[in-house]
């Protein structure tokens, strides 16, 4: 069975519980945007939060459930490549509940020292996303440890609000892309389209080189698959969760798989046309736009610049590579 989404009542009281430490995020019809797509091109800056990414929306109002039930932990633990790890880290310091996180190898160093900042207590295990995840799975267990799962109904009350003041603030919206990492996003977007009834389709966006929930949409199950993305660590997950794949199956309009080329080349437009910094997955939305451009002319284009975490050598990589 799928899990219940929230309703309107659930995402309107979550937005109270996110705007005690941010107000909402703005949203822009970009003009050379637009003009590149021959159609409205709109972006949801949630690269703008405190963290510079949406999934603070979702740690907030996690740790807003759990104190409202009386069941604040002494300690959590999570795994992350890096934005989930900052909800989560700047939630818990706001409780007092001590916080670890476990990145695989190799993480990103600028969101690993941003964690730090936030007080995490950071663990590198294993190669990729899975690994440090099943790691911390046992780790929570060794030291009884609260475990925060990537996806969760209490993650998608908080998340749902950024797709809230979207859909609200563009009411004539067509189509919008969103990234796939472990599903709180593209989630969170159909439970604010049915919860305000908005009529947008909703495409799904998973990066070439991490298609399990490409795949498993297609299968009708979870299908794992290998991860080899350089540049969208936000969408390298090689296991899709169960509970989002049964949202996402009845609700997408369809699936788009970009390249890290194509990712680079978004992240370089996004920079030219808006000088805001978007990593690998806070592009995906814009480059499966300008993949699909051609089907778009005249649309109201809804994209989601949603996180801006990128290490500026990598950042730099990219704004030197012009083919």
Known sequence: MPLQLPHLHDIEAAAQVVYQSFQATPQYRWGTLSQRL?????????????????????????????????????????????????????????????????????????????????????????????????????????????????????????????????????????????????????????????????????????????????????AGRVVEAPVTTELADGMACRVADAAALAVLIPHLDHVVKVTDDEVARAMRTLFADTHNVAEGAGAASFAAAWQERESLKGKVVGTTLCGGNVDSATFAKVLANTN
């Open 38 to 218: 021959g159609a409205d091109c709109w972006v949801k800056h949630e690269n703008h939060t405190p963290v510079g990414a949406f999934k603070i929306r979702g740690g907030l109002t996690y740790f807003e459930q759990l104190k409202q039930h009386g069941e604040l932990p002494s300690e959590v633990m999570s795994a992350t490549r890096g934005n989930h790890g900052q909800s989560i880290g700047w939630a818990a310091r706001a409780h007092g509940v001590a916080c670890s996180i476990v990145v695989p190898q190799g993480n990103s160093l600028e969101k690993n020292a941003a964690m730090r900042a936030l007080g995490v207590n950071l663990i590198e295990h294993g190669s990729d996303f899975q690994s440090a995840r099943e790691h911390a799975i046992r780790l929570a267990a060794e030291r009884g440890a609260h475990m925060v799962p990537s996806y969760h109904k209490d993650l998608l009350r908080g998340v749902s609000t950024y797709w809230w003041e979207f859909f609200q603030a563009v009411p004539h919206l067509d189509v919008v892309y969103v990234p796939i990492g472990q599903g709180s996003g593209a989630c969170s977007a159909i439970a604010a389209k049915l919860a305000l009834g908005h009529t947008a389709r909703i495409v799904g966006v998973v990066s070439a080189h991490a298609t399990t929930y490409a795949d498993s949409i297609v």
